[in-house]
């Protein structure tokens, strides 16, 4: 057969990895790689994929690039902002390596038809958020394909791979799992109590030196020539014994930190008590100035928006200046004393605001390093590069077990971390029906705020069909068939409702054959 001259120029692309044992270019030709969200994993992941020749990429992102992106996320340059992420990732993939095919949504995950997800062979999360996480774990359950799961914070980052029930990929061998097991016992065992076995130990060791020269002679070349043969064409699809399964990203989360939102509402309805919320205050104050909530890619905004948010923590300043020093005893201060006292509040709520705080602050944005962000996206890459083959039927090397490892680049240290299966689970484990959610809410809250802070949290539950009760007591403290239990007004304090404890809504009517969740357990956190 005559080649093709686009064949030659690939082949020598990939010239190099086809030297790796095991490795088969036709899976990465024919692989599809589903990156969820094209950050500064993403990116990384995306290019690392292209490079290697994957078939076809598949890119999901609902956000615009933003100059803060730029240190990190490779894929962009100065002048891409405003432009979809995933479009102008896939422009540059395509630059990269012409022969590389790249679908791209501008588009929520939840949103998009679950054939993108069928088609690909393994999903790289890459997302910045909890709800973003869980639902595509869910989907990914439910479809029974492996995740690739990974997030950085600052100089620390973690990485952990899903294999759903039923997905038909081997993770652990229990065999290993076993002598595992069988090993520890017998680091355990004394020679008072098994003198014999030390014994044997020991002429086991006289007799090893001359065992293995022979083996090294006689029996190891020939076990590697067969081992190499029956790993080309071993099928993990005919030996299910062999399967297991993962935790799922859930497993970890049992319970979801409370959404941000919340945090912010909170703020609003009370005084800035923090840094933090001097700026969504300032936020609040610049909508009923100019009619629009400020754009923080445009510089004169968030010039306005600082100005706004310095008025508040000058505020703060002299609220925290006037609680512990009363305005008629700051007149007895010397003008040093007071001084001193300033100079602390100062401390303690840091320095004027800086340009770039803004949309940190606003944006809830966390800590983030191309240095860790690559080391974090390079074992995503080669764990779904594993998966991919292994989708496949090839074993070119076993996923990562444990599941999950945590990065530390402070100390430069890697940390496996045996994570568990939760029987409990809400995404993987038996119990149907329940939900777990944090809420946050002000002090003064009433019982009509549960359901405006459920809904805030994403959760938008009739509150003529949902009941709300003590799950401990049995008290029931909103019921919509009661009058006398129906009154939205009720303060949370004045039903005895403590922070950080739990109640439950369940449903009632016709939402009791409606709602897919038959219970709601929600932890309460005054703020
Ligand atoms: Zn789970």
Wanted: some cysteine; charged content about 30%; glycine content about 6%.
């Amino acid at each position: 057969m005559i080649e093709k001259p686009n064949d030659i120029v690939k082949s020598r692309m990939y010239a190099r990895q086809q030297l790796i044992d095991g490795w088969d270019q036709d899976i990465i030709d024919n692989g599809v790689i589903m990156i969820i969200g094209v950050g500064a994993l993403g990116c990384e992941i995306a290019k690392d994929f292209a490079l290697m020749g994957i078939g076809k990429l598949i890119l999901v992102d609902l956000d615009t690039i933003e100059t803060s992106n730029l240190s990190r996320q490779m894929l962009f340059k100065p002048g891409d902002e405003g432009r979809p992420k995933a479009e102008v990732a896939a422009e540059k993939l395509k630059e990269m390596n012409p022969y590389l095919k790249v679908d791209f949504y501008f588009e929520k995950l939840q949103k998009l038809p679950m054939s993108v997800y069928e088609e690909s062979d393994v999903i790289v999360a890459a997302l910045d958020n909890f709800n973003a996480r869980l639902d595509l774990n869910k989907i990914c359950l439910r479809l029974k394909k492996p995740m690739v799961e990974a997030g950085t914070v600052g100089f620390e980052g973690h990485c952990q791979i899903v294999i759903p029930e039923g997905s038909g990929l081997q993770y652990k061998k229990k065999e290993s799992e076993i002598e595992n097991l069988v090993q520890t016992r017998l680091w355990e065992i004394t020679e008072m109590e098994y003198p014999e076995y030390f014994e044997a130990q020991r002429k086991i060791e006289e007799l090893e030196e001359e065992i293995e020269i022979i083996k090294d002679e006689k029996i190891i070349p020939l076990e590697k020539k067969f081992r190499k043969e029956i790993e080309m064409v071993f099928d993990w699809k005919h030996a299910p014994e062999l399967l297991d399964i993962t935790p799922c990203y859930r497993c970890l989360v049992p319970i979801p930190p409370a959404d941000d939102k919340l945090v912010a509402a909170c703020t609003l309805k009370g005084l800035p008590r923090n840094r933090n919320h001097c700026v969504i205050k300032a936020e609040v104050e610049f909508e009923k100035k100019y009619g629009h909530k400020p754009d923080l890619n445009l510089n004169d905004e968030v010039l306005k928006l600082k100005d706004l948010a310095h008025v508040e923590l000058v505020k703060l300043r002299e609220r925290v200046l006037d609680e512990n020093v009363p305005p008629e005893k700051q007149d007895s201060l010397s003008e040093e004393e007071i001084k001193e006292w300033k100079k602390n509040i100062e401390d303690t709520f840091g320095p004027d605001y800086k340009f770039e705080e803004m949309e940190n602050i606003l944006g809830n944005k966390i800590a983030a390093i191309q240095t860790v962000s690559s080391v974090i996206a390079s074992i995503q890459s080669q764990e779904a590069l594993k998966l991919l083959f292994r989708v496949n039927g090839r074993n070119i090397g076993a996923p990562m077990d444990p599941p999950y490892v945590n990065y530390n680049g402070i100390y430069g240290q890697f940390d496996h971390l045996n994570i568990i299966k939760r029987e409990d689970c809400l995404a993987c484990g038996k119990i149907e029906g329940e939900e777990n959610v944090q809420i946050v809410v002000p002090f003064d809250a009433d019982v009509g705020y549960i359901f405006e802070a459920m809904k805030i949290t994403g959760y938008e539950l009739d509150s003529e069909l949902w009941m709300i009760t003590n799950p401990m007591t049995k008290e029931i403290y909103w019921n919509p068939y009661m009058p006398s239990l129906k009154d939205p007004n009720i303060k949370l304090t004045s039903l005895k409702i403590k922070s950080n404890e739990i109640v439950s809504l369940t449903p009632l009517g016709k939402a009791l054959t409606e709602s897919e969740i038959k219970k709601y357990n929600v932890i309460i956190t005054f703020m």
